[in-house]
């Protein structure tokens, strides 16, 4: 079945860098753009970011633009955010996510997050 | 971006009671190719968010039949037809028909009295 582990979050100073993984399982990686979603502490959910199947495309939320770059590794079935410049309101639990089948494209199957908190 | 609005913001409900959350969304969610992009998701204490419906009606693998959806355009609910104690935690609705961005309702919180 579908597993996603998330790691790499911490607790980071303000306009540090931080860069968050997600390994990935149970199915094709490779076939399947993967997303980032973030939940603030006691808030709803945000979409951060997707990477198209194959890393060539790319697309941000205008919070987070010019700041964060998602990639993905798919010989290594591991999705990555690089997190630049990283400010208070950042501070979030980040969950990759991925799409049930082929057809979706959207965030179906959540892994179980990682907290990144921005402080100093 | 489109803008989804959940209410109620929270629910108290008796075990065995149905259960209804509406959502809103600020534009019509049908797409051209004749499927409405509406997703529903549970997210338990403590736990990630699981998908419970897509597209508007279709219920994802597992989830009980007590659970079921409708609506159409910019007016959608989620109902709950005899709640049972697993079923509490917040649920949220999310627009897919403008993926950039993908957004989600403010969520709804389900205690059992």
């Known amino acids: 079945q579908v597993h996603l582990v998330e790691s790499g979050g911490g607790v980071v100073r303000p306009g540090r860098s931080l860069r968050l993984s997600c390994a990935a399982s149970?199915?094709?990686?490779?076939?399947?753009?993967i997303h980032w979603v973030r939940q603030a502490p006691g808030k709803g959910l945000e979409w951060v970011s997707v990477?198209?199947?194959?890393?060539?495309?790319?697309y941000y939320a205008d919070s987070v633009k010019g700041r964060f770059t998602i990639s993905r590794d798919n010989s290594k079935n591991t999705l990555y955010l690089q997190m630049n410049s990283l400010r208070a309101e950042d501070t979030a639990v980040y969950y990759c996510?991925?799409?049930?089948?082929?057809?979706?494209?959207?965030?179906?199957?959540w892994g179980q997050g990682t907290l990144v908190t921005v402080s100093s | 971006d489109i803008v989804m609005t959940q209410t109620p913001l929270s629910l108290s409900v008796t075990p065995g009671q149905p259960a209804s959350i509406s959502c809103k969304s600020s534009?019509?969610?049908?797409?051209?190719?004749?499927?409405?992009?509406l997703s529903w998701y549970l997210q338990k204490p403590g736990q990630s968010p699981q998908l419970l419906i897509y597209?508007?009606?279709r219920r994802f693998s597992g989830v009980p039949d007590r659970f079921s959806g409708s609506g159409s355009g910019t007016d959608f609910t989620l109902k709950i037809s005899r709640v049972e104690a697993e079923d509490v935690g917040v649920y949220y609705c999310m627009q897919g028909i403008h993926l950039l961005p993908l957004t989600f309702g403010g969520g709804t919180k389900v205690e059992i009295k």
């Open positions: 597209e508007v009606s």
């Open positions: 990477i198209s199947y194959d890393g060539i495309n790319k």
């Open positions: 534009q019509s969610l049908l797409h051209s190719d004749g499927t409405t992009y």
């Open positions: 149970g199915f094709t990686f490779s076939n399947y753009g």
């Open positions: 996510a991925s799409p049930r089948d082929e057809n979706s494209g959207y965030p179906d199957y």
